[in-house]
């Protein structure tokens, strides 16, 4: 099993930045991928970046220029620099983690940006 537990949300104004981390501990080994996902009111769960074991990343269209992924792997965490932030970007962010094609999640942090 793998634990991941988040931190960093809150509230922000337009134009604002934020940095989300998450520390992964429990049973995690490499290759894995780690990552970040949001959801907001009434709409589904959606990928905003990922970042493998060996550094490379993958961004939503959405975010691209304005976010950051990164990772420590000595301490097992990753972390989302947010900036350039706009109320669309108001959601649940999730932590993700990738191991051996099963998924795991941590219980999310609210991010809200006001206009």
């Known amino acids: 099993q793998v634990q991941l537990v988040e931190s960093g949300g809150g509230l922000v104004q337009a134009g604002g930045s934020l940095r989300l981390s998450c520390a992964a501990s429990?049973?995690?080994?490499?290759?894995?991928?780690l990552g970040w996902y949001r959801q907001a009111p009434g709409k589904q769960r959606e990928l905003v970046a990922t970042?493998?074991?060996?550094?490379?990343?993958n961004y939503a269209d959405s975010v691209k220029g304005r976010f950051t992924v990164s990772r420590d792997n000595a301490k097992s965490t990753v972390y989302l620099q947010m900036n350039s932030l706009k109320p669309e970007d108001t959601a649940v962010y999730y932590c993700n983690a990738v191991q051996w094609s099963v998924h795991y999640w941590g219980q999310g942090t609210q991010v809200t940006v006001s206009s």
């Open positions: 970042i493998s074991y060996g550094g490379t990343t």
């Open positions: 429990g049973s995690i080994f490499r290759p894995n991928v």
